[in-house]
């Protein structure tokens, strides 16, 4: 069920599907919610699922101002207290768990458990960032934007510019940073991905309650390339317990 809903101004686009604990899932960049069409929609099997667009995405206007983590990440949480009525597990691919992980930092009492997938927590740990400018978005980007978006495909460029400004301007989270993330984490990578994997294991690392997953033979778009091995991850963390270790040694409490 697809619908509206005001955010501090910002005529926010929603789906909503599925019964059981309130699970939100953030897309990426210039993407939108059909970014998680035929891989974790499945989760709504299990979960009350909410697919919220962004502003400057999807079917959500760009209103006045700039697109920065910061904004998109206080967005959320009016989401989160507004429509989902309180703390929810949260899902962020790309950009989405770079607000997914503010979110967290922000406000851990909204954020059960957290998964961050091809996300960075600083953009120096991109192979390519926003922060040399956005560049020419691929065709299929540009279609779906056009598809939806309320501003018209001719508005396009003046997302990108806000994007790039805000990459370049608003610093990144540092690794001491990552120590403030308390809940049960999932960091989720391909093996090729955009986001380096040395940047990824510092995530990782960082945050001291997380688990680690690779995706063998994948990319930034690993959703995609390999949608049901992500959905079944992703799905087995948000379900299911810990299970203690035979040979803990990050997680033994005693490693150097």
């Known amino acids: 069920m697809a619908e509206y809903t005001d955010l501090d101004g910002v005529r926010t686009w929603y789906d909503e599907r599925g019964d059981g604990e309130p699970l939100v899932l953030l897309h990426g960049g210039f993407g939108d919610a059909r970014t998680f069409c035929d891989n974790l929609d499945a989760l709504a099997e299990n979960f009350h699922l909410y697919l919220p667009e962004r502003r400057g995405h999807g079917h959500t206007p760009d209103v006045e101002g700039p697109l920065t983590v910061s904004v998109m990440a206080r967005d959320t949480v009016a989401f989160l207290e507004k429509v989902v009525g309180g703390s ?19 406000r851990p009492d ?7 997938i091809s996300g960075a927590f600083d953009l120096d740990g991109m192979i390519v960032s926003p922060r040399d400018g956005v560049g020419e978005l691929p065709d299929e980007l540009v279609r779906m934007y056009a598809e939806v978006s309320p501003d018209g495909v001719e508005h396009l460029p003046v997302v990108m510019a806000k994007i790039a400004e805000a990459a370049r301007e608003e610093p990144g989270f540092t690794e001491a940073d990552l120590a403030g993330i308390t809940c049960r984490t999932l960091v989720l990578s391909g093996d090729d991905d955009l986001v380096t994997l040395e940047h990824t294991l510092a995530l990782y690392r960082g945050i001291a309650n ?3 997953a690779v995706v063998p033979g994948a990319s930034h778009v690993l959703l995609l390339e390999k949608p049901a091995q992500c959905t079944a991850i992703v799905a087995d963390f948000l379900t299911g317990e810990p299970v203690p270790t035979i040979m803990p040694f990050r997680r033994s409490g005693s490693a150097a």
Do not use: H, N, W
């Not at 790309?94 to 922000?106: C, I, K, M, Y």
């Not at 909204?110 to 961050?116: K, N, Q």
């Open 88 to 106: 929810a597990r949260l899902v962020g691919y790309s950009a989405g768990a770079t607000v997914a992980l503010a979110v967290a930092l922000e």
């Open 210 to 212: 997380s688990e680690l």
């Open 110 to 116: 909204l954020v059960e458990r957290l998964v961050l």
